[in-house]
């Protein structure tokens, strides 16, 4: 067991990696009738529509209905599994950002190697999420309907700047702990790193057009990773590893 089980436990407790998620299935047939589907196949793919509608349309103007029709099933279906449209945002957003919660928590109780490479690993797997197809429409259909339905946005709030910070939070502070890591401000630079990363999806999504030469996101984020270990590792640590190579 790696010294970080103590982090583990404060951070299960913010309800990051207990949190049920909704569990992905092999695709199913294209043959095979709607109603035939088993519930989480039905499940899927009532939040993969709801993400596209609430991106497309934003929470205020997107209905139930619509979500529905996208998905191929009832309105009442999509109620039956997730009731008020503010509790279907918030399950998509969750999807979208967490679903990984379990391989996360695997990672974090078994790795061996340094925290520099842990925070990497959490960090690059925290972008693919925000990489996923939609995922930066969603988030800016949450910011742009905060002003008339404040419950969008403090869902994408509560869910993308407070659950997920703490994961990062935790192996900064491990990282300190131990030695490794320069003495920090471990809440600061969680909350900082995880601005970034919504700052370069959000950003490229919304101004590349407008912008000529903008930085490819995955090489912007290759370079975010490469100044935080520049930043965060003791020189020492890093003098060893390189002679140890």
């Known amino acids: 067991m790696s010294c970080f089980a103590s982090h583990l436990a404060v951070i299960r407790s913010y309800d990051y990696l207990s949190r049920p998620m909704a569990t992905r299935t092999d695709a199913p047939?294209?043959?095979?009738?709607?109603?035939?589907?088993?519930?989480?196949?039905?499940?899927?793919?009532?939040?993969?529509?709801?993400?596209?509608?609430?991106?497309?349309?934003?929470?205020d103007s997107a209905t139930l209905a619509q979500v529905a029709e996208r998905a191929g099933v009832s309105a009442g279906t999509v109620q039956h599994y997730f009731g008020t449209k503010t509790s279907l945002?918030?399950?998509?957003?969750?999807?979208?950002?967490?679903?990984?919660?379990?391989?996360?928590e695997a990672l974090l109780i078994h790795h061996r190697g340094s925290y520099a490479e842990l925070l990497r690993a959490l960090l690059e797997r925290t972008w693919a999420r925000l990489r996923r197809p939609g995922t930066a429409d969603l988030m800016l259909a949450g910011m742009a309907s905060?002003?008339?339905?404040p419950e969008a946005g403090r869902v994408?709030?509560?869910e993308v700047s407070g659950r997920c910070p703490r994961v990062i939070q935790g192996v900064i502070e491990a990282?300190?702990?131990?030695?490794?890591f320069h003495p920090v401000n471990a809440e600061m630079m969680a909350r900082v790193l995880g601005a970034a990363m919504k700052g370069l999806v959000v950003g490229h999504r919304r101004m590349a057009q407008y912008c000529e030469g903008a930085p490819e996101p995955d090489g912007a984020m290759n370079e975010l990773l490469q100044l935080v270990e520049r930043g965060l590792v003791k020189a020492e640590r890093t003098d060893k590893e390189r002679q140890a190579t």
Request: aromatic letters at 10%; hydrophobic letters at 35%.
């Open 29 to 59: 047939s294209p043959d095979s009738p709607r109603w035939q589907r088993r519930p989480t196949e039905r499940r899927r793919e009532i939040l993969d529509a709801a993400a596209l509608v609430f991106g497309e349309r934003g929470f």
């Open 146 to 149: 905060a002003g008339n339905c």
């Open 156 to 158: 994408v709030s509560r």
């Open 175 to 180: 990282g300190v702990q131990s030695g490794e």
């Open 89 to 104: 945002f918030q399950e998509v957003v969750s999807d979208r950002f967490f679903s990984g919660a379990a391989e996360d």
